[in-house]
Structure formats: structure tokens, C-alpha cells
């Protein structure tokens, strides 16, 4: 603003003050060789003069904006800020960079002036956080190992009414407002990670930075919470399908713990406080809405963030519980049709012909899901093949009993006959080696006495003619086998 290295006198200040005023007075424009334009453009109107003016009236004030300008502190500063002036900014850092890089003692102002050009151009548009960090280093370290030598280079060593504390207070407020303000800001939200870049600065600066920036974002974590424990009470199923909000404010965690680490205290207290709130929800959905597929998804969220002793065991816990709860409903879900099925009482050929297909489509759709060696899968195939078996053994010995009083042979023929063929359909179910082996033990019984009774009713159709009792033309063998397959069924 006022074409001075921050190192000007009071008397230069003074005078170049009035002198710009006067000129803005009357309308003209002045100019001077540390306008530096390469840099930017400067509004040199009477308002700005005066506030700049007013800005470095007092002790701590002209300090601190000096730390945000050039000084000319030797003559390689000057020959600096020549080329500055001359729009030669790369050839003005080389300088600098090669005379802090030889042996030997260093000016401080060496590297104050190449970090206040780094902060320039590290604001040339989008915020570059590479020239950023590297100004805050250089920075800091003026502010940490030479601030006695600026306060004699800027105020002639007249500390009065400067308090140390509130200068560097101010350098960090204005850094961190300068980043939040940025656009497209790469230190994220809050410029958080800007935290790491004051490693060079004073260490209760760096705690005052992690403060500044830190609280508010905790503040914002710790709202969420209160936001989702009302919720909760509310019992509002929807919200809480959508995480009660609390998502909004997970990628804070996140970079807290990228910035604090694990082992501090301020994460600790608001990571646990965070994934508590999280495992609340999961514990609601289960107690109060009966879903575990939801709890499932919150809980497991909640073990997936930081958190430490006793909440992270309470965690583990209930993942747990929710856990088995889940697999009860999973296979509600994948067997609860056909639990249902095989409850169902059987009268029937017919039905229990129709009760087979239906089981059929409804095992169909669970091997899709788990897969043909599922041993789930397999046990209850088996079941199914056994429920239906059942009701065969108990038909036909019922029909054989009925043939015994009756002697309908027509009847006894079509239950065997269709006894016959569910059997062989049990054998296309997926079964375990033991049902297996009795059906088909069962098969072979029933296929002989359908063989028996098939040529039993051939029989007396040919003999019709010849005899009216037709006890009499069915063979002996006939009965022997009907007694065989009785008993295999029975003990089947």
C-alpha cells in the first residue's frame, strides 16, 4: 500500500502517508518501485490510505502487518526486491533460496521475505497449498527464533504497548482466515489440515491454531449428536434410516484423526461420543423397530470409526447381539415359506403332489441365493423330501388296510400308482445321504408292489370271464410283497 519495506522509519511512514493523501486528494495516481504490481494491483484511494494508516498506528499493529511485507535487510534483500519490481518474481525467490542455502549465517529476513512471496503466490487464484506450507514454515520460524530482531528492525527495539501472546495470536487469525476464505480451500473443511503446516511456529501458537480450528469443528460434531438424540426420541424411522444425520458430520472425524492422531484427548472424547451415538441408533432399530437389517448396517458403521475403551467394548458387544439377531431374520428370510409348508397337514394325493411343487419353486429360489452345498439348503431339502415321504408311508398303509376290508383293487392300484411317482420326484430334491438312502429303500419296496398290483389288475382282466371272485386271480406273491412293503414303510 505504501510503496515502504515494513523496515521503513517512522518518519519515512509519516511522510509517505501524506504524501499519498495529498495525491489522492487530488485525484492523481503516485507510484514507487515496491508497488511491486507484479504482485497485484493496489487501491491507492484515500479511504484505503487512511485505513492503512490507522492499521499501523500503534505498536503491535505495525509489527504485526510487517510480517506480511517486505524488508529490506541487506543488500541482498534489495537486490530482491529489484527484480521484484522489475516483475522478475522466479529470479527474486532464487535469490533468496541460494543465500539460505549456503553455510554460514543466515538473515533473518532472508527468509521472512521469500515466505511473504510464497504467501503471495500461494493466493494467485486458487489456493496453492505447496507455496502455503512452504511460507508458513518460513514464517514461523522468523516469528519463533527472530522476533527480537524484528521488533528492533521495525520499532527501533520499543516494545511498548506490544503484548508477544496477541501478536502471534493475530498472525495465526489471519493465516487461518486467509485459508478459510479461500476458495476451493485444499486443507479441507475448516482448512483443518492447516494445523500441520504451523509446525514451525512457537508451540503455543500451533496449540492456538489447533484450538481456532478445531473447536468449532468439534462444536459441529457435537450438534449432530444432539440433532440424532432427538431423533431418537422422536422414534422417527425414516431419519434414522438416514443415519440420523450424523453422516453429514463423519468426514470430520475422519480428519480430526488425521490431524490430532489417535492418542489425543479432545479426539478421543468426541470420536467416542460420535460412534456412542451411532451404536444408539443401532440398538433403537433393533429394540424399538424389530429391524435387524438396519441395526446390522448401523452397527456395523459404528465399529468401523474410532473409538476407544469402554464404548469401543460396548460396541463389540452389541455388534455381536445385532449379529445374531441378523442371522435368526436371514433365515426367517431364506426358509420361513417353507417352514410354513411343511406345517401343513396333508389329506390328499393331490395336495401333497401340489405341496412337492411348491416346495420345489421355493428351494429353487433359496439354492439361487446360498448355493447347492449350502448345508441349510441341503437340510431342509431333506425335511421337505421327508415330510412328503411321510405322508405317502401313512397313505399307502392306510390303503392297504382299506383293500383288506374292500378288496378295490382299482383304488389300491391308483395309490400306489401315484405313490410311486412322488416318490421318484423326491429323489430330484437335493438330500443328504440318509434320506436318500430311505427313499429310495422306500422306492424300490413301492415300485415292486406297484409292479405286483399292476399285474394283479392285468390279471383279472383276463380271467374276468372265468371267475367272479377276484380274490381268487390275485396271485399269492402278490399279498406276501403288499406285507413286505408294509412293513418297510412302516419302519422306513
Not at 522489475?86 to 542455502?101: F, H, I, M, R, S
Not at 504497548?161 to 495465526?172: A, N, T
Not at 446360498?370 to 423330501?385: E, L, M, N, P
Amino acid at each position: 500500500m505504501l510503496g515502504l519495506p515494513a523496515t521503513a522509519s517512522t518518519r519515512d511512514i509519516t511522510k509517505r502517508i501524506s504524501d499519498l493523501e495529498t495525491f489522492a486528494e487530488l485525484g492523481k495516481l503516485k507510484t514507487y518501485p515496491l508497488d511491486l504490481p507484479s504482485l497485484g494491483a493496489l487501491d491507492r484511494s484515500l479511504e484505503a490510505i487512511k485505513d492503512a494508516a490507522r492499521k499501523i498506528e500503534q505498536t503491535e499493529g505495525r509489527l504485526f502487518h510487517s510480517f506480511f511485507w517486505f524488508r529490506a535487510g541487506d543488500s541482498v534483500d534489495e537486490l530482491a526486491l529489484d527484480s521484484l519490481a522489475a516483475g522478475n518474481v522466479d529470479e527474486a525467490v532464487e535469490l533468496w533460496d541460494k543465500q539460505l542455502g549456503k553455510k554460514g549465517t543466515k538473515k533473518y529476513t532472508w527468509r521472512l521475505n521469500r515466505g511473504v512471496l510464497r504467501l503471495v503466490r500461494a493466493n494467485g487464484g486458487m489456493l496453492d497449498k505447496d507455496e502455503m506450507d512452504e511460507a508458513l514454515e518460513d514464517l514461523g520460524f522468523v516469528i519463533d527464533d527472530d522476533l527480537d530482531n524484528s521488533i528492533q528492525d521495525v520499532l527501533s527495539g520499543n516494545e511498548s504497548g506490544l503484548d508477544r501472546e496477541s501478536l502471534w495470536r493475530r498472525v495465526v487469525d489471519e493465516v487461518v482466515g486467509l485459508v478459510q476464505s479461500s476458495a476451493g480451500t485444499p486443507y479441507g473443511k475448516n482448512a483443518l489440515k492447516i494445523v500441520e503446516s504451523f509446525w514451525s511456529f512457537p508451540a503455543e501458537a500451533r496449540d492456538y491454531a489447533s484450538s481456532k480450528i478445531v473447536n468449532p469443528l468439534i462444536e459441529e460434531v457435537q450438534e449432530a449428536i444432539k440433532v440424532s438424540e432427538g431423533l431418537r426420541a422422536e422414534e422417527d424411522l425414516e431419519e434414522l434410516k438416514a443415519k440420523n444425520q450424523l453422516g453429514k458430520v463423519e468426514k470430520i472425524i475422519e480428519d480430526l484423526e488425521e490431524v490430532l492422531g489417535e492418542e489425543d484427548i479432545r479426539f478421543q472424547t468426541i470420536a467416542n461420543a460420535y460412534a456412542d451415538e451411532v451404536c444408539a441408533c443401532a440398538v433403537k432399530a433393533l429394540n424399538n423397530f424389530k429391524d435387524p437389517k438396519l441395526a446390522m448396517s448401523l452397527i456395523q458403521w459404528a465399529d468401523s470409526l474410532p473409538s476407544f475403551s469402554r464404548v469401543k467394548s460396548r460396541i463389540g458387544e452389541n455388534l455381536e447381539i445385532i449379529q445374531g439377531w441378523v442371522e435368526e431374520d436371514e433365515e426367517d428370510e431364506l426358509f420361513g415359506e417353507l417352514v410354513k409348508k411343511l406345517k401343513v397337514d396333508v389329506y390328499t394325493m393331490t395336495q401333497a403332489s401340489n405341496m412337492l411343487e411348491d416346495m420345489k419353486r421355493e428351494l429353487a429360489k433359496i439354492k439361487a441365493k446360498v448355493g447347492s452345498t449350502d448345508k441349510r439348503y441341503i437340510t431342509i431339502s431333506s425335511a421337505c423330501a421327508h415330510r412328503i415321504l411321510g405322508f405317502l408311508i401313512d397313505t399307502v398303509n392306510e390303503a392297504q388296510d382299506s383293500f383288506s376290508s374292500r378288496k378295490n383293487l382299482t383304488d389300491l392300484q391308483s395309490t400306489i400308482g401315484q405313490a410311486t411317482g412322488l416318490t421318484r420326484k423326491l429323489l430330484l430334491l437335493d438330500l443328504d445321504g440318509e434320506t436318500r438312502v430311505r427313499v429310495n429303500k422306500n422306492l424300490e419296496t413301492i415300485e415292486g408292489i406297484n409292479t405286483s398290483v399292476t399285474a394283479a389288475v392285468t390279471v383279472r382282466a383276463n380271467r374276468a370271464s372265468s371267475s367272479s371272485n377276484i380274490l381268487e386271480q390275485i396271485p399269492v406273491w402278490v399279498w406276501i410283497v403288499g406285507v413286505i412293503f408294509l412293513l418297510s414303510m412302516c419302519s422306513g
